[in-house]
């Protein structure tokens, strides 16, 4: 397996095509998790995630260094990244929307230094913990 860039952003795009379905379905259910109700599994898929947005991100802003931190990354994570990866994803479906509805938060949270202020060491930041969305309450019921 190629460790550049190039194979790195191919992960990344199948792992966030693995997860958009999920981020996008069902959004009327209730129960949002945070970062703390996230088993080992869940947490290496999210956190992956996130660090390869920062890194695309860096490499969008700065190419050579951008191109660094993904083949760093390449390089840590090793051939199994994927498959580690994606192990993480659970495979009962509603819990696999409230991981995915998790994530689309924690990037949503990063939205604005990933594309204002992409820095190398943001890599390393934790992750933030976004507040679960309140529920939109509908017509009839309480909150009107």
Known sequence: MTTGPRSLTAVSLLLLVLC????????????????????????????????????????????????????????AWGDSALPETAAGVPDDPIRAQLVGRLLGRILEAELD????????????????????ARPVARQGEEGE
């Open 20 to 75: 958009l379905p999920l981020h996008g379905c069902g959004r009327d259910k209730p129960g949002d998790i945070q970062l703390a109700d996230l088993n080992q599994g869940e947490y290496r898929y999210v956190s992956r995630m996130v660090v390869l947005e920062r890194a695309k991100a860096v490499a969008l802003n700065d190419r050579d260094t951008g191109e660094a931190l993904l083949d760093s990354l390449a390089i």
């Open 113 to 132: 230094s990933l594309l204002f202020h992409p820095r190398p060491d943001r890599l390393a930041a934790p992750l933030p913990d976004p507040a679960p």
